[in-house]
């Protein structure tokens, strides 16, 4: 794949984004004359870390007076449409996009969790995939109305989350935010319910006008990239 990628993007820089955890595609991109991209691992990257935790020993989730849990199941479809959209403004999210997301096999509406405010505004909403193979959800999205912002919804709402996943045989659960120092908000609240960083992306890179020794096992040199052009792997 990387010979392939070098080839059709020859003379150009080109990017790569494996993960920490990957050592051996980490091996093969070096061997190919990628190197760590400086300038995307800055402070203000938009690198991300995935994050897990399990689900042995959940907090019990306290919600402000007035407030309460619902599910995409209790509610339908227009309140998990609209708290997405008043979450996430501007957002091309729409009806129809989330009939596709009830097809998707591992959705389930019992595990889309909502806040409901007092005055009947979804305040918060989170998705949770089923993995039922490997027992495990990840969260995603995650978010909260910004008029009911550092209240503490959405930590009461992964909190509630995760017990939910726990019933439905789950025992692992994950979730992904930004990882450079310029966007903490997301962690501090993933870290807050007791996510650690498991792996997190590793932004490489190789200029148009490098070119290595053969790679391994080959005997010619490889071919060059492609303008921002980049692959995950």
């Not at 650690?196 to 290595?212: C, G, H, I, K, Y």
């Amino acid at each position: 794949m990387i010979e392939w990628y070098d080839a059709v993007a020859a003379g150009l820089e080109r990017t790569a984004l494996p993960t920490t955890a990957d050592e051996y595609a980490l091996t093969r991109w070096a061997a190919h004359g990628y190197e760590p991209d400086a300038r995307a691992l800055g402070d203000t990257g938009d690198w991300t870390q995935l994050n897990q935790r399990d689900l042995a020993d959940v907090e019990h989730p306290v919600l402000p007076p007035g407030f309460r849990f619902r599910t995409a199941e209790e509610t339908g479809p227009r309140a998990a449409v609209r708290a997405h959209l008043d979450a996430w403004s501007p957002s091309p999210y729409t009806p129809r996009s989330y009939e596709g997301v009830l097809r998707t096999a591992a959705y389930r509406a019992d595990l889309h969790v909502l806040v409901e405010a007092p005055d009947g505004t979804m305040a918060a909403s989170t998705i949770m995939w089923l993995d039922h193979m490997n027992k495990t959800v990840e969260f995603e999205p995650v978010g909260t109305h910004p008029a009911y912002r550092r209240l503490g919804l959405a930590r009461a709402m992964m909190l509630h989350g995760m017990r939910l996943a726990r019933a439905a045989g789950a025992t692992h659960a994950t979730v992904v935010c930004l990882g450079a120092p310029s966007h903490p908000r997301a962690r501090g609240l993933y870290y807050g319910v007791g996510f650690r960083e498991l792996s997190r992306d590793a932004p490489l890179v190789r200029s148009a006008d490098r070119e290595p020794a053969a790679p391994f096992g080959t005997g010619s040199p490889p071919c060059g990239s492609s303008p921002g052009g980049g692959t995950r792997g």
